[in-house]
Structures are given as structure tokens and as C-alpha cells.
């Protein structure tokens, strides 16, 4: 009989990662051998060998030159980027971001060059790439497919415009790549690959919080597939105590346990645009109505949480901390009367994710931010907050961008960047691959899980800000580097699917 595309190539990588010490040894004494003449002959087979992959990489590369000289020393969003590099410089546990991006600048700072941070986040777009593409490879991918599974995070215009911003979506995002690499790259999880794989997901959590549901998705996957409770119980072990450690810090210096002290007032933004509050509720929630009728105002969450001019942020109600949980408790009553109202905005925001064209809010402000900016943009005009670098790690700097090449590169995000229906059809094709894991003899069974996990990851990585914060582009971002994988694998799966059935004499 003859054997599946897919399972043959299932076979020789098991073949691969079974290899004997002794072949490990013997390929290093080859390699002490091996003169220039001969590296170069096996470096030219390999680019040969994987010549669309290394074409996205020359070109990706090239992009991330030109976007670090148009908008040297970088790109800042006020006061965002103001609050990290303060939190860098007094290594404290931030009370509006989380600290992990703040360490990473702080380890950074020594450089002295706040340039140092967006070369830095570039080489990690590029790695994300590379890493996409050697997951995909291990899980038995295609050479072709893998590679278009790296294309998204190499060349999408909006992934290479927010590296270039003193922000941690790149840093996150690489975490969360690397947990996920980390998982899937081996069916079997044990106690040592389960640690790294907790402090990694732990790491993504404290640059972005939205990160955290995916911690619960990868235990209840080490539950279901792994079948070792080593690997479980170190993985729970080692996510609990880093995550109970950080929140005692936090307490340690601002007096309470927790990871923000802005979180009420984020829920406040997320309900505010369409709260009628024509129900009962405390006099002193109340005041946090928006005066504007449901139709007529603003639909940007942002708008609310952030704005001097919205009710939360009324200097009469007290510090920030009291204004917080006043914003908690008024999000929670409009929830209450308005589930369905709530329940539509979060997949209204979902949705937008996949859905065709750029999304923008009443204010349209919020999609041009996350868009290189022209050179000579007002940032203070019309709530725009985004400018090239105008703070360093220890005082204000001097940006010397290149207006020559700013064109050229808002021309490109323009036209280049990934599609929702194209991340939709991932999402979509992932899910089928995992319900063929319903028949016990079902093919390239590890690929199907990964493809799965990685979907239901992208899933939750999406709705977590649309059920407490609202939608912007930067929360979309990790979907390059869940979806493009897990639709590659499916895409695969299916391919294997339809070579088996011919070779049996069956009909497509």
C-alpha cells in the first residue's frame, strides 16, 4: 500500500528527532572537517532548497532598513511609550502596563540608543518569521506552505510599523510564538519543556495582559494531549508561582495585589458607547453617564478610558484607583441591564478582525495611528498621539528621521498587510482539521492538534480586549503568527487528505 505524503514525512522527522548521540557526534567531527569551500556549497543548497522562504526573508529585511532609517530613532505613542521608558528607568511594577516591557528596556538601556530598541524588535519580526517557518516544516508542512505561513508576519505593512514603535506588541508576540514552538514541537511534554513553556506564556502575559486566557488554553491542551502529568503539574506549577510573585510585587509597592490599577476604567471604555442608562442605579455611578445620547456619540472605547473630557477621568472623583473601581461597578450594572447590547459590541469588535478592508471607529483617528506617519503630522491635533521618538531613556532626544523614504513605506502598509477573510479562512480551516481529531484513525494527528490549539489560541488572544478594553488593530496582531500557521497545516492536512484518496482510487 502505498504510504501518505503526510505520514512519510511524519516518519522521517520522527526518524530525525530519534537520531542516536553518535550521529550527532559524527556530524560534528564532519563539520570540523568541512572547509569554506565546502560550508558555502551546503549554504547554497539550503537557499536553494528553501528559495521562496529566503526571498521573504531578503525582502523583509530590506523593509526593516528602510523603516528604521525613515523613522530613526523610532516611533512613540503618547503617553504609552512615556510610561515604559519611565518604568525602565525606575524598574517599578507599572500601575498602568505591566513590567515586562519595561525590563526589556531597561536590559536595552544600556546601549544608551533608544535606536537600539526598534533594531532590536525588527530582528524579532524577522525571527517570528523564521520561527513560523520551521514550526510549520517540523509539523510536516510543505516547504511552500510553510513559507507563505511566514509571509504575514514578515512582510504585513501594520507588523512592520509597529516594530518600529516603542510599544511590546513585537516582544509579546515573539513570547507567544516561542510558547507555542515550544508546545507543538513535540507531541510529549515534560517537566523541563513545560517550565520554559510557562515562562514564556507568563513573560507574553506581563507585556500584554490580553495574553493571559491563553495560559488556561495551553494547561487544558497539556491535560487532554500530552499524557504526562509532570509536564502538567510543573507547567500549572511555574505559572502560578511567577504569576503570584509579579502580583505580590505589585502589592509590595502599591499596596494591594493585582497587575493594574486601570482596569476599571478600560471596562468603563468598553461599555460607555452604548450604555442608555435609563435603568437604576447609585447616584455615584450615575454621574459616569456619557451626556451625549447612544446615537450620536463617540463608539471609540479608547476615546472614553483616556480622554480628559470623559466622565471617568472627572478630577472630583478622587485618585486613580477610586476612579477605577467606580469604573468597574458602572460597567458591570450597564452589563447586567444591557447583556445583549454588551454581547453584540464584543462580536462587533471580534468581527473586525476578519472582516474585509481597515475598520475604523467614528474617530478615525485610532486606525491612522497604527499607519507610518507623515513627516510633518500635528500629533497633539485630533487626539493623534503618535510622533517619531521624542523621549529616551534618560531625557528627551533628538529624532533624525528620513522624510525621502516616509512615501514609499505609507504607500505599502496602504496595500500591504493581511486580509480578515484570509485570517478568517485560516481560523475556519484549522477548526475542520481538528474535528477529523474525532476519528481515532485519522491522519498527521499532531499537526491536526497544533492547528487547533493555535486557532482556539488566536481566538482568545482577539476576545479578551474586546470583552474588556474594545477593538484596535495592535490587539490583532498576534493573529500573524497563530492563524497563518494553523491554516497552513490544515491546508496541508487537506492536500495529504485528497493525495491519499487518489492513490486509493477514490474520487477527490
Known amino acids: 500500500m502505498i ?59 530590506s523593509l526593516r532598513v528602510l523603516a528604521t532609517v525613515a523613522y530613526w530613532p523610532g516611533i512613540e505613542l503618547f503617553a504609552d511609550s512615556y510610561d515604559y521608558l519611565r518604568l525602565a528607568h525606575w524598574v517599578d511594577p507599572g500601575t498602568w502596563h505591566p513590567s515586562g516591557y519595561p525590563l526589556f528596556l531597561t536590559v536595552l538601556s544600556v546601549t544608551g540608543k533608544l535606536g537600539a530598541v526598534v533594531v532590536v524588535q525588527h530582528l524579532m519580526g524577522i525571527a517570528m518569521g523564521v520561527l513560523v517557518y520551521a514550526l510549520a516544516l517540523r509539523l510536516g508542512a510543505r516547504r511552500w506552505l510553510a513559507a507563505l505561513a511566514a509571509l504575514p508576519v514578515l512582510l504585513d505593512g501594520y507588523q512592520l510599523d509597529i516594530e518600529q514603535f516603542v510599544l511590546p506588541e ?53 491535560l487532554v494531549r500530552s499524557g504526562r502529568w509532570r509536564g502538567l503539574l510543573t ?17 509590595s509597592v502599591n499596596g494591594n ?33 456619557p451626556a451625549r445620547p447612544v446615537g450620536v456619540r463617540s463608539n471609540n472605547s479608547e476615546y472614553f478610558a483616556d480622554q480628559a473630557s470623559s466622565p471617568i477621568n472627572a478630577l472630583h472623583l478622587g485618585p486613580r484607583n477610586h476612579r477605577s473601581a467606580l469604573g468597574e461597578s ?40 497604527w499607519r507610518f506617519p507623515p513627516p510633518h503630522r500635528d500629533a497633539q ?21 528620513d ?35 474525532v476519528r481515532r484513525r485519522s491522519g498527521r494527528r499532531q499537526a491536526r492538534w497544533a492547528s487547533l490549539v493555535l486557532a482556539i489560541s488566536a481566538i482568545a488572544v482577539v476576545m479578551t480586549p474586546a470583552l474588556t478594553v474594545g477593538f484596535s488593530y495592535r490587539y490583532g496582531l498576534p493573529l500573524l503568527v497563530l492563524l497563518p500557521p494553523a491554516g497552513a497545516l490544515a491546508a496541508d492536512v487537506g492536500l495529504d487528505v485528497l493525495a491519499r484518496r487518489r492513490s486509493e482510487g477514490l474520487s477527490p
Open 330 to 369: 458602572f460597567a458591570i450594572t450597564v452589563i447586567e441591564h444591557q447583556p445583549l447590547a454588551y454581547a453584540r459590541a464584543v462580536l462587533a469588535d471580534t468581527w473586525h478582525y476578519f472582516a474585509p478592508g481597515r475598520w475604523m471607529t467614528s474617530d478615525v483617528i485610532a486606525m491612522q495611528r
Open 3 to 61: 504510504e501518505a505524503p503526510g505520514r512519510a514525512r511524519e516518519s522521517e522527522l520522527r526518524a530525525v528527532s530519534s537520531a542516536p548521540a553518535r550521529g550527532v557526534a559524527r556530524v560534528g567531527r564532519l563539520h570540523s572537517r568541512t572547509g569554506p569551500g565546502e560550508l558555502a556549497s551546503r549554504t547554497g543548497r539550503a537557499i536553494r532548497r528553501h528559495w521562496l522562504f529566503t526571498a521573504f526573508v531578503v525582502i523583509a529585511v
Open 235 to 251: 507547567y500549572c506549577a511555574v505559572g502560578i508561582v511567577l504569576m503570584v510573585g509579579y502580583g505580590a510585587w505589585y502589592a
Open 170 to 222: 513585537t516582544l509579546t508576540d515573539l513570547f507567544l510564538l516561542g510558547g507555542m514552538a515550544v508546545l507543538l514541537w513535540r507531541e510529549k511534554v515534560g517537566a523541563w519543556r513545560a517550565a520554559v513553556l510557562a515562562l514564556l506564556l507568563v513573560a507574553a502575559t506581563l507585556s500584554r495582559a490580553e495574553i493571559l486566557p491563553i495560559l488556561v488554553v495551553v494547561a487544558v491542551y497539556l
Open 257 to 289: 495585589f493585582g497587575y493594574s490599577n486601570y482596569t476599571g476604567t478600560w471596562l468603563y471604555g468598553r461599555v460607555a458607547p452604548f450604555a442608555t442608562c435609563d435603568y437604576p442605579m447609585p447616584a455615584n455611578l450615575r454621574q459616569l453617564c
Open 381 to 401: 491635533k485630533g487626539n493623534y498621539h503618535v510622533h517619531i521618538a521624542r523621549q529616551g531613556f534618560d531625557g528627551p532626544i533628538k529624532a533624525s528621521p
Open 403 to 437: 522624510p525621502a523614504l516616509m512615501p514609499f513605506l505609507r504607500t505599502y502598509q496602504w496595500y500591504v498587510y493581511t486580509p480578515g477573510p484570509l485570517l478568517l479562512a485560516c481560523l475556519i480551516g484549522a477548526v475542520l482539521a481538528g474535528l477529523g481529531l
